[in-house]
């Protein structure tokens, strides 16, 4: 999002290295307002009911009709724990309870970070969702591991199946490069 | 922070829950423009040499004229890691290398998520900066306990030194409670 004018007393900006900063800011050049721009904190979850887990397949881009887990922006106000679970409750109308951390994504060509949990469904009351055109109980043979809508997520599931395979759990901080350009 | 003026076409804005949104936002009265605001993560580290950890004394508000553990925002296209290691060469001139994550907290009230790693510096070189007046090793028992600039770092310190005593390292996620008023 590219920073046009200023959100404090709508004059034009430019951009510059504010006293004392080493980074190119937005600056407005009628009062001065410094506008920081900074990474975004998505929270999400692995939604298990015994063995299977619960993803959503998208009904909004990006990746639309491809599957997911539960994840969105973090809100003002809200701890990641309850970001997690309202998200769930958003994508798919299921009620989870968070269980500990999963893994922490840098993903610094996206300006994100994200934080995954594991998380158990409270009920088996789950469903499509204005966000999910589908929403559905997977055992690890069962998932549409060819069309899943984020590599991030991708790699969150198969981490958690090896570590559920041997029998641990662990939490771990990974970053995700951007990919390779096509060609 | 206040958005009163739109940063795409620098028209006024109004409140309001976009379609499809249960948040209410700022939204450009002109041409429709959502401004979303999301909580700001701040990296930092627990910088060890020996049996002794790096603080420094803040030169800048807020908490100027406190101890704290080197940490800031971190910036666009920048791991975790990476930010909690410039944030400790801008505010203490040490080098160091991030071992693992340490607490992960929640800060609700003040929109805030702290990531704090343990770290070892690389060399004994470090000294005051732009941001620090004072930058000093101590040992746990020489710690200016009672003048910590924020309690996201007391509670750092305390957790990380009696896991040191336990003789293993953990990571934690937190919520730190807005204080409650005076009086």
Redesign the interface.
Known sequence: ?E????????GNMKQGIPH?D??MRAICTQCGFI???????VVGCIPQWGDKILMCKRNIEPGKGKWTLPAG?????????AGAARETL?ETRGMVNITG?CR?F?I??V?Q?YMMFRAELTSREFGPT?ESTHVQLFQKEEIPWDNIAFSVIHKTLKDFFSEKHRGSHS?E?K?MEAPLPHG
């Open positions: 999002m920073i046009k004018f200023c959100s404090n007393c709508g004392g080493d980074h506008h920081y721009l900074n990474p975004k904190v922006y973090l809100e003002n106000g809200e701890t990641m724990e958003e951390p922490l840098n610094p060509h300006n970070i204005p939490f901080i970053t």
